[in-house]
């Protein structure tokens, strides 16, 4: 058997879809309710002559056109023999743990023929930030470099930094700017840590072998339900999601170095620097690193909902956080992960605070305000993502990495036992290629 990932919180990996509420069908009768997932011809013919009229005027009339009410106030579907009829026909039926809160549309869990995976892309992509960190924190030439950029970063843009920070509603002209220019800084950085000749081609994460997952039965692994910012002024809408559900086994169809022999002698031709050697100097050294920086970001994520007093989120984290291990990781993936799981800000935040106070947070497309302000203790951003669970706030996208031999970690996040999801049949293709589309927008 090889790795697997144990999903420890809901995961969402879109895909840019979403179903609106005429391509599913809410089924009131179960507890959590039932939701029925179709293509929309599949509803255009159950319907008789004189419903299929009905149904084209009641779409046409409807601002926020919903099925169900469609089925109970217009056909008045007796004894739910239509939309029993209509649920047969479901690509697939889960469960909707959204509560009160009135569905709107859904986004799409990426999937190849109706069937969810986690795209390699993405469990690549979070090891490349945590090498990324750990590199920063470990080498000196590395600090001195970005120590330079940011600082020559904040001499040419010290005007244009004095007038968007602390600003309620700064100019979203400016801030792209900012953004723009602190995106370049962050490409080069991996070009500098990552690359030899600075060049892609020569890139260190070409040695990390990663597919996607198996392909997974959607009823199986799937349920909708929101998230909302905390610590948000003004009104938060929800936006509802599908979500991998926790306390899944999900097998990786690949998790590999390329093998001693190969890479040492790749490493050497492509003439490789020592730190980049050391970084792919085993798996182990590489799991070690996400564990390192898997670690820095829990305990300022801990650090952050102690402070606004979500204790129950910090006990969920702390769960997370006593499974986190050097060679089985944690890592946090997919959407509403946030600013310091995606960036080397974490790492700025404890090398350079005043470059990160005064100059990184403050070229984000988003506003921003500094320590003087919020009395924070430099969190940033200021607010966070909460995915509403089953009657729990939760953090999204926390999952661990499992060796080969070893059936479950020794803790669980939720207490729960992890269910081994199995492939289905005839699947897997590694879909990493094509995922790439879908990924995080990492290189």
């Known amino acids: 058997m090889g790795y697997k990932l144990n999903i420890l919180s809901p995961v969402h990996i879109g895909c840019g879809e979403s179903y609106n509420a005429v391509s599913y069908l809410l089924d009131k009768r179960h507890k959590p309710e039932r939701l029925a997932v179709f293509d929309e011809r599949a509803i255009f013919d159950a319907l008789d002559g ?16 919903n099925l169900f009410n469609f089925m109970r106030n217009v056909i008045r579907d007796e004894n739910f023999k239509l939309s029993n009829q209509i649920q047969k026909k479901a690509n697939y039926v889960i469960p909707n743990l959204a509560g009160n809160e009135r569905l709107k549309d859904i986004n799409v869990f990426i999937k190849q023929m109706e069937s969810p995976f986690i795209p390699g892309t993405e469990v690549k992509g979070a090891i490349r930030t945590a090498l990324l960190n750990c590199a920063l924190q470990d080498d000196m030439n590395i600090q001195e470099w970005l120590n330079k950029a940011l600082s020559d970063f904040q001499r040419r843009n010290a005007r244009d930094i004095d007038s968007v920070k602390n600003i309620p509603n700064p100019r979203t002209d400016v801030k792209k700017r900012l953004a723009e220019q602190m995106a370049k800084i962050a490409e080069e950085l991996e070009e500098e840590v990552l690359t030899c000749k600075r060049d892609a081609k020569y890139d260190v994460m070409k040695f990390v072998q990663i597919g996607d997952s198996a392909l997974l039965e959607a009823s199986s692994v799937l349920a909708v339900s929101y998230v909302k910012p905390f610590n948000m002024t003004g009104r938060a809408f929800s936006i509802f999601y599908e979500y991998l559900r926790p306390d899944t086994l999900v097998p990786l169809t690949s998790f590999k170095l390329e093998d001693d022999k190969s890479r040492d002698v790749k490493l050497k031709q492509m003439e490789f620097t020592e730190r980049h050697k050391q970084l792919m100097s085993g798996l182990d050294s590489v799991l070690s690193c996400c564990h390192r920086f898997t670690a820095d970001l829990l305990a300022e994520e801990i650090a952050f909902f102690t402070k606004h007093s979500k204790l129950n989120i ?11 291990a050097p060679k089985g990781p944690v890592l946090r993936i997919g ?62 996208g926390w999952v661990q990495l499992i060796p080969p031999l070893t059936d479950q970690p020794t803790a669980n996040a939720s207490q729960k036992k992890p269910e081994t999801v199995q492939s289905k049949p005839g699947a897997p293709v590694d879909l990493s290629e094509l995922a790439d589309k879908f990924s995080r927008g990492r290189h």
Do not use: C
């Open 314 to 324: 910090v006990e969920h984290l702390r769960k997370i956080e006593k499974l986190n």
């Open 335 to 396: 959407k509403d992960e946030g600013y310091t799981s995606l960036t080397v800000g974490l790492a700025v935040k404890k090398l350079m605070p005043e470059l990160y106070e005064n100059v990184l947070i403050h070229a984000t497309k988003n506003k921003s305000y500094d320590f003087s302000i919020t009395k924070d203790n430099f969190y940033f951003p200021k607010s966070r993502k909460i995915v509403h669970w089953e009657g729990q706030e939760l953090t999204a």
């Open 50 to 65: 004189k419903q299929k009229v009905q149904f084209v005027r009641w779409i046409e009339g409807e601002e926020w056109p």
